[in-house]
């Protein structure tokens, strides 16, 4: 009695955490499915700024005649930004704008050939097809409380994962792996449904715990912020905005400090809240396949003797950047988010046929038996 009641709370459990969360959980499945594949559809659909082919002896020009040839290209407009792209190895991206501060739709991207220091194009800030997706998959349109909700729906998935193994297992001791009984139309989906969740119950726990851990990115990036920048920047607050005399200086004394790592984006100094009026924030990213995922600031004093300071990431930081390309499957090139995007369609069939079962149950009188009893009835011998 004790594991048939047991039995029939874990079978509630599974199907309430999957009603509640299940149209969230279709809309995620729908909407990550392009944004597996983004970078392929942004190449395709977004007009591209490619720098030229040149000789293999050209080599970069230094980030001070970039920067020089962008102001001149926009002069008056303030540099917010410097970035740099993996998979554009000879641009420099120069994010510009009218005021030191950066305003919605005020902004613009400069993409610079680090070789040539040509202005390759203009990156003007636009809500396309898919930004409104990411949106959507982010937080419902809805900011912060729309990204916790859905975090709450994501921690509801992997309960339902969980739940739904330990109803599955007992009744599925009778039939070879992989069995699709065509007995009646319910039974032969109950049998898909149980197949199909199996089979990518690894892959929705991974998914659905690295979706609930990034929706806790903001919070947790400003705790960080609050707790360990207002410290280090308490003497400099108030202090008139300064502009650095070389950055090709400053990222020569990061590499000093981090020999191993690769330059991803340069912040200019900024008088905005947890920003510093004479700092640089230079972020590097490790060579290492694990390294690679992590980014790490440091701060870069426009006085040449002020040691650099390198503020210690915490672990929850760490194992939020290292979540990132393991929920959209991005770390493994184009083989990998093909694998992402199959698992993704198998698990919208496990959620449709879900919904299916629930309503047949509803239907059919299946009130007075709980589904528990009713699998335990359908894995008995013909």
Sequence with gaps: MTGTRALRIWSKVHTWTSLISMLFLLMLCLTGLPLIFHEEIEELTEQQFAAPHLPGNVTAAPVDDVLLAAQQARPGDHVLFVTW????????????????????????????DGRTKAVLGEERPQQGVMDIILLLHKNMLLDLPGELFLGAMGLLLVVSIVSGVLVYAPFMRRLAFGTVRQRSRRLKWLDLHNLFGIVTTVWLVVVGATGAINTLAMPMYDYWRGQVLPPLLAPYRGAPVAQPSSLDQAIGRVRAVLPDGRLTSITMPTAENFGSPRHLVVWMKGNSALTALIATPTLVDVDQTVPVLVPQMPWYLT??????????????????KIIWGLLDLVCIVVLITGLYLWVAKQRFGGSARSRADTQQADTRPA
Excluded: A, C, I
């Design 85 to 112: 792209r993996d998979e554009q190895p000879s641009v420099v991206v120069v994010t510009m704008s009218p005021t030191p501060k950066p305003m919605r739709g005020k902004f613009y991207r400069l993409v610079m």
């Design 319 to 336: 194992l939020l950047q290292m979540s990132r390309p393991l929920h959209f499957g991005d770390y493994g090139g184009l083989p990998l």
